[in-house]
């Protein structure tokens, strides 16, 4: 008689099929092309997960813990270029070494797919939304995470099997958004956790996610930038080009591609105060928005994005992606997955 083991490799196996199968199918029929991304990004999701409560127990053990984030998103990375075709290419790596920082991100689309039924009760729709999401968004962090660095999350996605876990074990920062008191109290704990550690954190200042087709920002939340004020650490911005021809939810687009990155040079925060902040965010977002449509319009002059009228009426008709870049484009040039293990240790230990 079957056991659940059993059961559990007949249902991997049927996953893994059906993805194979969509995936095939995206040659004739491109929408197909979505859907097969989209468990593919899923499971890739969840397998790097299960693997970061592995390696953040193991990292703890051996004094690395703050480590745990960067490794797990490098195999992110990984394994989601390899089955999805996405990369991203990024330029301005030479800001990524300085320790402790907080860097700041643009926060752009999700896809879901599931509906309530498809979570416990005790976990809000929005907290399955924000972990089974923001893929391209967190390969994102995959290829540009630098070791000791961490994100911030909603408490509520500590309690989601798996994944929270993993949040909890490699020093994830939980904010409770309902209670000003309590998230004041983690950033003032985050704070001492960077100067004490050297430990980075990455936020999306945006607080949720654009789903602008085109580039823009929504108005920036504080938070980010009282805590490297309290922390007296720069603030390093960190720009994704419109990639709206990589992945278009409304026309059931998720393309392979390239997706180029821009990281900016780190605004000094050590002769700031509280008073200060609100400039400091002006600031912040002023130079993000000037880069996101500059790197975006540089993008769509080489064939890299498109704008959102021309991702919805340029359906591919084969099995090319509409993403396929000319032959001069500075972006064109497909990253080949380097040596992990030697990437990573050469990357922990600098």
């Known amino acids: 008689m079957p056991g659940v083991l059993d059961y559990f490799l007949y249902a991997l196996g049927g996953y893994l099929g059906v993805t194979a199968l969509l995936m095939a199918l995206a040659l004739a029929v491109p929408r197909a092309g979505f859907y097969g991304r989209l468990l593919s990004s899923y499971f890739c999701f969840f397998l790097s997960a299960a693997y970061g409560v592995v390696v953040s127990i193991i990292f703890r053990l051996v004094g690395y813990g703050g480590a745990s984030q960067w490794a797990v998103a ?71 995470f630098p070791p000791f660095c961490s994100v911030t999350a909603k408490k509520s996605l500590a309690y989601v099997p798996v994944f929270g876990w993993f949040l909890w074990l490699s020093r994830t920062v939980f904010i409770d958004r309902g209670n000003r008191d309590t998230a004041m109290a983690a950033f003032d704990g985050a704070a001492a956790e960077m100067r004490k550690h050297k430990q980075s954190v990455f936020i999306f200042p945006e607080g949720t996610r654009s789903y602008f087709a085109e580039p823009d920002l929504l108005p920036f939340k504080k938070g980010a930038f009282h805590l490297a004020v309290k922390a007296k650490v720069p603030v390093v911005p960190v720009v994704v080009a419109n990639y709206s021809n ?61 704008s959102a009228v021309a991702a919805k009426e340029a359906s591919p008709t084969s099995g090319q992606s509409a993403s396929v870049l000319s032959t001069g484009s500075p972006y064109n040039t497909r990253r080949r997955p380097q040596q992990p293990l030697a990437q990573m240790m050469s990357e922990l230990c600098h």
């Open 246 to 306: 990589i992945l278009h939810v409304k026309s059931k687009r998720f393309e392979a591609g390239h997706i180029p990155v821009r990281i900016l040079p780190p605004i000094p925060t050590d002769n700031l105060t509280p008073a200060d902040v609100d400039d400091l965010v002006k600031d912040t977002r002023d130079q993000m928005l000037a880069e996101l449509l500059k790197l975006t319009e540089e993008a769509r002059a080489h064939g890299v994005a498109k």
């Open 74 to 144: 490098r195999l992110f990375q990984l394994i989601m270029g390899l089955s999805t075709g996405v990369y991203f290419d990024v330029t301005g790596t030479e800001y990524l070494t300085e320790r402790p920082v907080v860097f700041v991100g643009n926060h752009q689309t999700y896809v879901f797919l599931a509906g309530p039924a498809c979570h416990p009760g005790w976990l809000k729709e929005s907290d399955v939304v924000g972990v089974m999401s923001s893929e391209l968004d967190v390969l994102m962090l995959g290829a540009i």
